[in-house]
């Protein structure tokens, strides 16, 4: 080293060395000193964008997270009915016949239609033969009537001989006794009492022959004058004719079609049939109704129970009394259902309930995750199903599309606005479909009332 260079640097060249390790060890710290900045400046910056993943992630499961419409399941007035359909038929109907064969219509006094009372003439038939029978009897009778005079007076005549028989008898035996008769004369007077005796007794008889004449007279003309008044037919009951089948000319006859059809009172009842396995669940009196074609529906209360089964269709005929309500008229057609049964009963909208193989499930939302559950269900009634076991009352369930959830999946539950729930019902109750009931399970589970229209 110079010592020009050991003047500059200040001391010799070992002395240099050792002035500059200071100048590398400051450079050491600022360099620990940056490299800590940098990371924390990196830090500062890579918070923030971890923090906006993670809200981003929360986010996208969110949007993984499906909306449900879900329904609370709640206490409802649930019915169980019976369909049935058949047709209006007269509850008693009356057939008039002639009750004379052979005579001519000569007045047709009712049609269909016309409401009639008990007595009233519906037609007249032709009364000159009867009549003539009617005089021809009257003749015999006053004949018989004449032959029963003859034969009293014959019986006083008859009397009055056998008085004077019995007197001529009683003085000859007195002569006889006295010595002044012969045998001979009493003899003749014993054989005309006996003959007058005779005589009073066939003369009674003869009275009681001629009141038996007298009698059957009397009887003819009485069947003359009933045949007289049966040329006018009259109408067995109050009620309306249904049907006119005699026309004027045609000779009336007991042989063929009614004169005249009435129905008795005016009273129209259903006759509906039933299905077999719904009979053991009704009784006299359940109430029903009757949509009538043309009338619309028509309340009513059973009559009559089927007393028996048809063993080709299965069916059995119903009796219903119905409110008389105008425009009823044999032969409309009507179906409906009889009530059986009326009870409050935990229910869910009826598309909340599931068909899983031969089970029932509903998809129940709890804090956010479906939960497939089991349950047993009842009847269906006004868009609503009844839930007999499996589920509390408040518990949220799927009421629509619940097919599309699997247990477990997360959802948004939307709450179905209850109104909204019965309007829907109101639509499926307003169709013009009768409900059907289902059999009970095994275990002894609701009967089933679905209507068609929610099928």
Not at 228 to 253: F, H, K, M, W, Y
Not at 298 to 327: K, N
Not at 352 to 378: C, F, W, Y
């Amino acid at each position: 080293m110079s010592p020009e260079f050991a003047r500059r640097t200040g001391g010799p060249q070992g002395t240099s060395i050792f002035r500059m390790k200071p100048i590398f060890l400051f450079s050491e710290r600022c360099f620990s000193i940056f490299v800590s900045a940098v990371f924390a400046v990196i830090f500062a910056f890579a918070m923030p964008a971890v923090a906006q993943d993670a809200e981003a992630e929360a986010q996208a499961q969110e949007v993984q997270a499906q909306a449900a419409t879900v329904s609370a399941a709640r206490m409802a007035p649930i019915e169980i009915r019976v369909p049935m359909s058949g047709s209006l038929v007269p509850r008693q109907e009356a057939l008039v016949y002639p009750q004379l064969s052979g005579y001519e219509i000569m007045e047709l006094l009712a049609e269909p239609g016309d409401q009639v009372s008990r007595g009233q003439v519906l037609a007249r038939l032709s009364d000159l033969t009867v009549r003539a029978q009617l005089a021809q009897a009257e003749a015999e009778a006053q004949r018989a009537g004449a032959a029963v005079g003859q034969a009293r007076s014959e019986i006083d005549r008859a009397e009055a001989a056998l008085v004077q028989a019995a007197a001529a008898l009683e003085r000859t035996r007195r002569l006889q006794r006295g010595g002044t008769a012969t045998q001979a004369a009493l003899d003749q007077v014993v054989a005309n009492e006996a003959a007058a005796r005779a005589a009073s007794a066939s003369a009674t008889d003869g009275l009681a022959v001629a009141e038996a004449a007298k009698a059957t007279a009397d009887a003819a003309v009485e069947i003359a004058r009933l045949n007289l008044a049966r040329t006018e037919i009259t109408a067995p009951v109050d009620g309306i004719v249904t049907d006119r089948n005699a026309q004027i000319g045609a000779v009336g006859s007991a042989a063929g079609e009614p004169m005249f059809t009435i129905v008795a009172g005016g009273e129209i009842e259903w006759s509906a049939e039933i299905i077999e396995t719904a009979l053991e669940r009704l009784a006299v009196d359940d109430p029903a109704v009757a949509s009538v074609a043309g009338l619309g529906e028509v309340q009513g209360v059973v009559r009559r129970l089927p007393a028996a089964v048809d063993p080709v269709t299965r069916l059995g005929e119903l009796r219903v009394s119905l409110e008389q309500v105008p425009g009823l008229r044999s032969g409309l057609f009507a179906s409906g259902w009889v009530v059986v049964d009326r009870h409050e009963g935990l229910s869910v909208p009826m598309a909340a309930v599931l068909s899983s193989g031969d089970v029932e499930v509903v998809q129940v939302a709890r804090d956010g995750i479906i939960e497939t559950r089991e349950v047993v269900a009842g009847a269906i009634w006004q868009g609503r199903r009844e839930i007999l076991s499996g589920l509390e009352e408040g518990e949220m369930v799927v009421s629509r599309a619940g097919a599309f959830f699997r247990d477990g999946d997360r959802v948004n539950a939307v709450v179905e606005d209850a109104e909204g729930d019965d309007d829907g019902a109101a639509v499926a109750d307003e169709a013009d479909a009768p409900q059907e009931s289902a059999d009970a399970g095994e275990d002894g589970g609701a009967m089933r009332a679905v209507a068609g229209a929610g099928r």
